[in-house]
């Protein structure tokens, strides 16, 4: 599971990259690549469904995934459906 061209970038901030893939499996996810880490996570519930990251990337993720889950689930809408993808601000 690690980074693609076919994955587009969300987002990006503290070396923590934000992606989804094209016609991605359920439940609606994305995913967290930090060095050789990489993880799925869930966008409804914040949980790790696959991979695993340092404790500190993980609470970094989850806290700006938790201030953008209605954008997050409009990219996966949207990249459902059309391919494209929309940038997400970073972490501030």
């Given at each position: 599971m690690r980074y693609?061209?076919?994955m587009p970038?969300?987002?990006?901030?503290?070396?923590?990259?934000?992606?989804m893939f094209f016609n991605d499996h359920s439940p609606p996810h994305f995913h967290v690549l930090y060095?050789?880490?990489?993880a799925e996570i869930a966008i409804n519930s914040l949980t790790i469904?696959?991979?695993k990251l340092p404790a500190r990337v993980l609470g970094l993720a989850i806290e700006w995934a938790d201030s953008h889950k209605a954008e997050l689930l409009d990219n996966w809408?949207?990249?459902?459906?059309?391919?494209?993808?929309?940038?997400?601000?970073?972490?501030?």
């Open positions: 693609t061209k076919t970038e969300l987002s990006r901030f503290l070396g923590i990259a934000v992606a060095d050789e880490h990489d469904l696959e991979g809408n949207l990249i459902q459906t059309t391919g494209k993808t929309k940038k997400i601000q970073p972490l501030v």
